[in-house]
């Protein structure tokens, strides 16, 4: 029942009143019963408007909650937006618009890629053609990996996407007390040693979905790269084709 059902009711309950207060004051004269049967119809008819008025203060509060909750759906759904479609948050990136940068990086040399899963550059993944247009420009590719059981099954698919250019591919294998010191799990570097002045890293991070990357500040740079270069340097290369 809504308000506006109640204000109609009021008019009815009213005039209800008013005759069983006149008929009540006319059998007075008559018969005691009449009375009791007055007072009694009088208490019934304000009770029961007394309770549709505490009925209607109860849907209100009920549906004030309802669009409280429906409000905080819409800013979750915003939200969500926001990520998906980056209206909000500028500085993330998308991987088809990291897929431009790393196409516009002509003078590097040189991209170092630190993963758990390097499967992610294989098959018939969209940054295959980028890979592989990259290495016809003399680029050289080094994947910091996470050292796992799968990880083999990673590396034998990464020989497909570097037949044709071997020697531009190198592996290391990251044992994970080590890799959790990088901040984030899925880090591009390009020019790592900044012999073109293109350096620069992007991260991925965790989103309500996949492909979402973010520009690494000077100094998280500087930090990623340090200990990459430390790996690089002192851990075992594995060619892909060993």
């Not at 890799?179 to 570097?189: A, M, N, R, S």
Request: net charge negative; glycine share 4%.
């Amino acid at each position: 029942m809504t308000r506006e059902d109640i204000i109609k009711l009021i008019p009815t309950a009213l005039l209800t009143t008013l005759v069983t207060v006149a008929f009540a004051y006319v059998r007075t004269f008559f018969e005691t019963k009449w009375v009791i049967f007055s007072i009694f119809f009088i208490t019934a008819n304000f009770a029961i408007y007394a309770g549709l008025i505490a009925y209607y203060k109860t849907e209100s509060k009920h549906q004030e909650t309802l669009d409280l909750l429906k409000a905080v759906r819409e800013d979750l759904e915003g939200f969500k937006l926001a990520i998906k479609s980056q209206l909000k948050f500028t500085w993330i990136i998308s991987s088809e618009q990291l897929q431009i940068v790393e196409k516009s990086k002509n003078k590097c040399t040189v991209i170092w890629i630190l993963t758990e899963d390097p499967s992610d550059d294989t098959g018939t993944s969209p940054w295959v053609p980028v890979i592989q247009e990259n290495l016809s420009n003399g680029i050289k590719y080094t994947y910091l990996c996470l050292n796992h059981k799968g990880i083999r099954g990673a590396i034998n698919a990464l020989k497909d996407v570097f037949r044709d250019f071997p020697e531009s591919c190198n592996i290391v294998l990251v044992d994970q007390d080590e890799f959790e010191h990088f901040p984030y799990q899925h880090i591009v570097i390009y020019d790592p040693n900044n012999q073109s002045g293109e350096m620069d890293c992007y991260a991925e991070i965790k989103a309500p979905e996949k492909g979402c990357w973010l520009q690494l500040t000077k100094d998280e740079r500087n930090y990623v790269i340090n200990r990459a270069s430390k790996l690089v340097n002192q851990s075992q290369k594995i060619s892909s084709y060993n």
